[in-house]
């Protein structure tokens, strides 16, 4: 799993099926979930603001760009990138590291 705290933001990428189910399944229902849009595979992101406030969208940019960067479409010009607030994205219960959602997501590009 990659972890880095940037602008008072805990950034943490889950680099395979199962540190994807554990980052949806153990983070705080308040952080931010990303992943890449157009139903790709990628990695999870998640991004939790260590002072409470709200997400910005320079963390959510840099966030994605990273999950980019560890997919398989890092050679891509330019991803689409989805987000939603963890609290609507549910974890499978028959598919490791896949999730659904309860709520259309933002989608930023990368």
Known sequence: MYIEIKDNHLIKIGRNAKENDDLVKNSLKTCLWLHLGDQMTSPHGIIENLTGNKINKNIIYYTGC?????????????????YLELEF??????????VSLMKHPKSILC
Do not use: Q, T
Request: no cysteine.
């Open 66 to 82: 990273l999950i980019k960067k560890f997919s398989k479409y890092k050679d891509l010009k330019l991803v689409s990138i989805n």
């Open 89 to 98: 994205v549910k974890p499978s219960v028959s598919h490791l590291g896949m």
